[in-house]
């Protein structure tokens, strides 16, 4: 009665840590775990094809594709919203800083459009104050923002086969946060182009305007309000908190987060981000991942 | 510092921030990646995060120093412990902030 594609098809679904809460799972694998008991063997035979295997089967066509207008619309903007929430008051305070510096708003809205990375905005502004030369500051920024090369790989398994012009454009808006949501939006498989533009735009509209508005006269909200210079830490637990899906992530993180913190001790800038990470996900690599072993 | 020379240091630095996000999507996903390098970019993220968000928690100062005492870190425990139990991205950043607020008001 054992169906040999039944067995195979759910010997992949053996890391039981992961089926405890089905909630934070990749559809192909919440569909299949709700799906696979109550079915007939008929149906896994069906089903059997959707063996699910990271980065591979659901990379590459995600429904959401097909998704028109107003949804793709509401979707990206509803996932933009903790990344909106904590860029306007870091957008602010950029602000606050750049007019300082004799920025008008024009132009600090132009370099958050141009440049759309936060902490390097900042250290460009202190940098320009000091009168530090456009090498110099051209220079740091690079160093600055080349974790979001490591980023776009990581968002690269999601991509394959997409068309260029879409993905220059995707690759804009591509910031430590708007990759964290899009990356589990991406893994989830409920995600498309459409809804990840709308998410990195509708956050790089919200941070070219709180800059500038920052540089008109920010300095009468009040800092601290309402916890929400806290908002982006909470978002990084809670999308950490969803990449912990096997033994092997959470050594990659733990390791990453140790060296991270002796790092950064360490070495002054942030190139600690990407040392950190790589060399984690390396040693995660060493780790045997559990439930996944071939028969 | 002139304005003609500001846009030059803002497109400059907008180039060289934009080459890094773009380079791996555009030329990354001509072809499937091999099996090795999947494996590896799906550790990335998990590893990423953690080294994002640990050092905020429990570092402090210019230059650097740990620092076990902050209020970041008080609030980030109950705050993971609250993502891990709902799963909620919205309902995680609205319960630490409130947290955090709250902490900030009583100390």
């Known amino acids: 009665m054992t169906n040999p594609l039944f067995v195979k098809f759910y010997s992949c679904f053996a890391p039981t840590d992961l089926q405890r809460d089905s909630s934070g799972l990749p559809p192909g694998r919440q569909w299949c775990i709700r799906a696979a008991p109550p079915v007939a063997v008929e149906t896994s035979v069906q089903l059997g094809f959707i063996e699910w295997e990271p980065g591979k089967d659901d990379r590459p066509v995600t429904p959401t594709d097909h998704l028109q207008g107003r949804e793709t619309l509401k979707k990206g903007a509803v996932a933009a919203w903790p ?13 606050v800083l750049a007019q300082k510096i004799g920025l008008s708003p024009v132009q600090i809205a132009l370099m958050s459009l141009l440049v759309f990375a936060g902490s390097a905005q900042f250290i460009a502004v202190s940098m320009l104050a000091s009168g530090a030369s456009a090498a110099s500051i051209i220079a740091t920024t690079f160093m600055v923002n080349l974790r979001h090369l490591l980023m776009s790989s990581s968002l690269a398994v999601y991509l394959v086969g997409r068309r260029r012009g879409v993905l220059s454009l995707f690759a804009y808006g591509i910031t430590d946060e708007s990759y964290g949501v899009n990356l589990d939006q991406f893994r989830s498989g409920r995600w498309g182009m459409g809804p990840a533009l709308v998410l990195n735009h509708t956050a790089n509209i919200v941070w070219v305007l709180s800059t500038a508005a920052g540089g008109y006269g920010g300095q009468f909200i009040p800092p601290g309000a309402f916890g929400i210079d806290f908002a982006l830490t909470a978002m990084f637990i809670c999308l950490l908190v969803f990449q912990l ?18 790092l950064s001790v360490l070495i002054p800038g942030n190139l600690y981000i990407v040392l950190a990470s790589v060399a984690a996900a390396t040693a995660g690599l060493l780790v045997r991942p559990a439930g996944r072993k071939e028969a | ?54 050092p905020v928690l429990v570092t402090s100062g210019q230059p650097r120093q740990i620092d076990f005492g902050r209020p ?35 100390m």
């Open chain 2, 72 to 106: 970041d870190l008080l609030v980030a425990l109950p705050t993971f412990l609250f993502a891990l139990k709902t799963r909620s991205l919205g309902g995680t950043v609205v319960f630490g902030m409130a947290l955090y607020w709250l902490v900030d008001k009583l």
């Open chain 1, 245 to 262: 899906r096997d033994r092997r992530s959470v050594v990659a993180a733990a390791i990453s987060g140790i060296m991270a913190v002796l």
């Open chain 2, 1 to 54: 510092m002139s304005g003609p020379e500001y846009l030059f240091i803002i497109a400059a630095m907008g180039l060289v921030t934009y080459i890094p996000r773009w380079a791996p999507v555009f030329w990354l996903t001509r072809r499937p990646m091999p099996r090795w390098l999947v494996q590896w970019l799906e550790l990335i993220p998990a590893a990423i995060l953690s080294a994002l968000l640990v």
């Open chain 1, 83 to 95: 990344i909106c929430l904590g860029y306007i008051p870091i957008g602010l305070a950029f602000g």
